[in-house]
């Protein structure tokens, strides 16, 4: 199973909607190709309106412990993704548990 990780905090809703959406994509895409996926950011999009804070902080938990369970994770290049805390938490556990990481440019 791959992981795909990409950023998604940002102050503009607009820009969160994006990263939404461009990890949507990138999931329909694995998923098509037969390949299993999972991306935090699809999973937890619409828990927000449960009560749920958007932030890294609250998924990290979550977000590691999907990630350790996957084979191998898929950075996707988002605009800010190299300052995107989570992205580097996140490639820094797949790094420290052996996992192969690929980064495309969606």
């Known amino acids: 199973m791959t992981y795909i990780c990409s950023p998604y905090s940002h102050p503009d809703p607009a820009i969160r909607q994006a990263r939404y959406e461009a990890a949507c994509q990138a999931t329909a895409n694995l998923l098509r190709q037969g390949r299993a996926a999972v991306s ?45 805390r989570g992205v580097k938490a996140e490639v820094a556990e797949a790094v420290r548990t052996g996992k192969e990481v690929r980064y495309v440019k969606p």
């Open 40 to 84: 935090p950011i699809v999973h937890s999009y619409f828990l927000v309106q449960y009560g749920l804070p958007t932030d890294f902080d609250f998924w990290s938990g979550v977000d590691l412990e999907l990630l350790r369970r996957c084979d191998d994770v898929l950075v996707l290049m988002l605009d800010g993704w190299k300052k995107s």
